[in-house]
């Protein structure tokens, strides 16, 4: 029941992200008077569809295969591959027929259409649960650090004070990610009250990556006594020793009124396009071997909790809309990105590439993406049933 609720979230999710997408597509693409072929939620894949209708020029529809979708415009060249359609007369409703400065508004509105789904949920999600978080500088009592922490020079209770010089603040559960992707060279601590250096050596990234429970909150916690059969203690149930740890790591909580929650909204969006900048820039760098944490859908999915959860569900989903949003602006062909390279290039050199060129640059473009695909197939196969 659990994996059809994950199932569930991630397919939900992915609809609504995909369906703002291509909607970003849509809207540009009929305000300068291009024409849309066909606009679908999920693929109808071998021409059969769930639901089908057409509206003006348009057919609108559902396919069979539950995951992405597309929009098709006239006179692109896209994932289709329809070279047919290029060899005939240019037509004023086509897009390659568009002056540059259109074409490139339509390209990039599929991006900001996801920046802007983020920032939505963001500004929903601050507005209705406010924030609530365990800061860093609340930890009286330090980190615990696993065998490989430990190997590189953090000991047990130390309090983590900066990274290269930057203080460090803000939720606990930020420390660690940040410390990765950020590649942090020296952590500055406090150690039995006294400050101390770690040194991170570069060659300790790509085993940090693959670390498990590097460092955890370190909670002061002694219990009167334990009873495996009936009888009584001071303690008697889980509960009552998870609030008395609870005691011990304050709780911070923030509520917002709605202009507050559109400001916190936009810091927030822009805080996590920067952190995944930071990653991607991670998995590129061969030192870190970051690409072996590249996951596909299977790794997505196990994001989601196995039971319903609201909030869980926006957060996963605002976290994926930036990552198909930044994901979609790499200048690789079959990407947004891809189309943006070539078009930017046109309007600096007022050189139009030929069509059979971007059919040869999508087809390079479609080849990497399956490489990249078979690649996260790989990772998932060997981190979940292999390793």
Not at 126 to 134: A, L, N, P, R
Not at 234 to 250: G, M, R, S
Not at 341 to 359: A, G, Q
Request: hydrophobic content about 50%; glycine content about 8%; aromatic content about 14%.
């Amino acid at each position: 029941m659990e994996v059809l609720i994950k199932i569930l979230q991630l397919i939900l999710s992915l609809s609504l992200l995909v369906f703002f997408h291509e909607l970003g597509h849509y809207l540009t693409a009929r305000w300068f008077g291009i024409r849309v072929e066909k606009f679908y939620l999920f693929f109808d894949a071998g021409g059969f569809s769930l639901l089908k209708f057409r509206i003006g020029e348009t057919t609108f529809g559902i396919g069979w295969v539950p995951f992405g979708g597309y929009c098709k415009i006239s006179g692109m060249i896209d994932e289709s591959m329809d070279t047919e359609a290029m060899k005939s007369p240019l037509q004023p409703w086509e897009f390659r027929s568009k002056p540059a400065w259109q074409r490139l508004i339509v390209m990039v509105s599929g991006v900001a259409m996801n920046v802007l789904t983020a920032c939505l949920i963001y500004i929903a999600m601050s507005f209705h649960w406010g924030d609530t978080y365990i800061d860093n500088s609340d930890l009286r009592w330090g980190y615990y650090f696993n065998e490989l922490a430990e190997e590189i020079g953090f000991q047990d209770g130390d309090r983590i004070v900066s990274f290269d010089g930057e203080p460090v603040s803000g939720s606990f559960g930020r420390v660690y990610p940040d410390m990765m992707i950020g590649r942090v060279r020296v952590v500055e601590v406090l150690r039995d009250d006294r400050p101390a250096e770690v040194v991170i050596p570069r060659d300790y990234i790509s085993h940090m990556l693959e670390s498990e429970n590097f460092m955890l909150p370190r909670v002061p916690f002694s219990a009167d006594s334990l009873v495996l059969a009936s009888g009584a203690s001071p303690l008697d149930f889980l509960p009552e020793y998870q609030a008395a740890i609870a005691e011990h790591l304050p709780v911070r909580s923030h509520r917002y009124s709605l202009w507050e929650a559109i400001g916190a909204g936009f810091r927030r969006t822009g805080a996590e396009i920067g952190s995944y900048w930071d990653q991607l820039a991670l998995i590129i760098s061969p030192d870190t071997k970051a690409y072996k944490q590249v996951g596909s859908f299977i790794t997505i999915g196990s994001i989601f909790p196995g039971e319903w959860d609201w909030f869980r569900f926006w957060h996963v989903t605002g976290m994926l809309s930036i990552i198909l949003a930044v994901m979609n602006l790499l200048p690789i062909p079959a990407l947004d990105g891809g189309h943006v390279l070539f078009l930017l290039w046109e309007v600096i050199t007022r050189r139009k590439p030929s069509d059979r060129f971007l059919e040869g640059a999508q087809m390079v473009g479609m080849i990497l993406l399956l490489g990249l695909l078979v690649l996260a197939f790989w990772n998932d196969i060997y981190r979940f049933f292999i390793k």
